[in-house]
């Protein structure tokens, strides 16, 4: 299933920021599933700050996180973690066994 797996979301992101923008950041990390995804307002098309990259590995999405977290992207810093499924309750990580 796509929804688990190596799945990114990327915050804060600047209007600038469209979805070539993201693959073209994203791709030298590895092999992008399906083209990235950022979310707008069904209405008026605006752009919502944030959006979605599906990595085929996790090697890929952890090196992604780890040189673009916090780095400038159109002159905003970008927030960029695993995308945690809505039904895993809160904060659960992969891998991290609940005690």
Do not use: W
Request: hydrophobic residues 35%.
């Amino acid at each position: 299933a796509y929804d688990v797996g190596a799945n990114l979301f990327v915050g804060n992101l600047s209007p600038e920021v469209d979805e070539r923008t993201l693959f073209d950041t994203f791709s030298r990390f590895g092999v992008i599933l399906s083209t990235p995804k950022i979310m707008r307002d069904p209405e008026t098309n605006e752009h919502k700050g944030f959006g979605f990259i599906c990595f085929a590995d996790f090697e890929s999405s952890d090196a992604a996180i780890a040189a673009l977290n916090g780095q400038y992207l159109a002159g905003r810093p970008v927030n960029v973690q695993y995308a945690l499924k809505k039904d895993s309750g809160k904060g659960e990580r992969h891998g991290s066994e609940a005690e």
